[in-house]
């Protein structure tokens, strides 16, 4: 979770009831999943277990991550085949970046190229790009959330009308809702490979 409800209340100088706080975690849920998925990537690393298919290759993109546990090749079973060590049969690259997203296997190691299938990897590891959520993440979170609190109050006034004969329609403008936003994600956006 990218904020907290006391960063909330104190970015838009309220108390919030206590008859709201379990909506204000969903909606941190919400708006922090979003940027994830925005953004492709997880911004606080986390403990997890990925599988990946492999394609007989040196080398592999993977998710964004700061260490790893363990990597292993799996047989057509599941199985394990065989466990590698890092910095002896694998690499992690970018070499000089805190965030990898690349298995690199040693050319001239015992196993110099990946397996040939589906769900051939299995890494253990830290996934994520920080061990803390960036500042400017962590505010966008904020800020989003706080839209959303002024949106179910009715603070926000950005409603236009039409009326066609008896027939009326309000709606609400969120065209440039996350305008202000996507300026600052558009900065963490990673492609998609």
Same mark, same amino acid.
């Given at each position: 979770?990218?904020?907290?409800?006391?960063? @909330?209340?104190?970015?838009?100088?309220?108390?919030?009831?206590?008859?709201?706080?379990?909506? @204000?975690?969903?909606?941190?849920?919400?708006?922090?999943?979003?940027?994830?998925?925005?953004?492709?990537?997880?911004?606080?690393?986390?403990?997890?277990?990925?599988?990946?298919?492999?394609?007989?290759?040196?080398?592999?993109?993977?998710?964004?991550?700061?260490?790893?546990?363990?990597?292993?090749?799996?047989?057509?079973?599941?199985?394990?085949?065989?466990? !590698?060590?890092?910095?002896?049969?694998?690499?992690?690259?970018?070499?000089?970046e805190?965030?990898?997203?690349?298995?690199?296997?040693?050319?001239?190691? $015992?196993?110099?190229?990946?397996?040939?299938?589906?769900? $051939?990897?299995?890494?253990?590891?830290?996934?994520?790009?920080e061990? *803390?959520?960036?500042a400017?993440?962590?505010?966008?979170?904020?800020?989003?959330?706080?839209?959303?609190?002024?949106?179910?109050?009715?603070?926000?006034?950005?409603?236009?009308?039409?009326?066609?004969?008896?027939?009326?329609?309000?709606y609400?403008?969120?065209?440039?809702? !996350? *305008?202000?936003?996507?300026?600052?994600?558009? !900065?963490? $956006?990673?492609?998609?490979?």
């Amino acid at each position: 979770m990218y904020t907290t409800e006391e960063k @909330i209340e104190a970015y838009l100088q309220i108390n919030i009831d206590d008859s709201i706080s379990a909506d @204000i975690d969903t909606w941190i849920g919400w708006v922090s999943k979003y940027i994830d998925r925005y953004c492709n990537t997880t911004f606080i690393s986390a403990d997890a277990t990925k599988y990946y298919d492999t394609d007989g290759k040196s080398r592999i993109f993977i998710d964004d991550c700061t260490s790893i546990t363990s990597l292993e090749f799996l047989d057509k079973d599941g199985g394990n085949y065989a466990t !590698l060590t890092e910095n002896t049969d694998f690499w992690l690259y970018p070499l000089n970046e805190t965030t990898k997203n690349e298995v690199r296997l040693d050319p001239y190691g $015992r196993h110099s190229n990946f397996l040939i299938g589906s769900k $051939r990897l299995k890494i253990v590891g830290k996934f994520g790009v920080e061990t *803390t959520c960036p500042a400017d993440i962590e505010m966008v979170a904020t800020q989003m959330v706080g839209d959303i609190i002024k949106q179910s109050s009715g603070e926000a006034k950005s409603k236009n009308s039409e009326t066609l004969g008896e027939y009326a329609v309000t709606y609400q403008d969120v065209s440039n809702f !996350l *305008t202000p936003y996507k300026n600052i994600l558009d !900065l963490y $956006r990673a492609p998609v490979l």
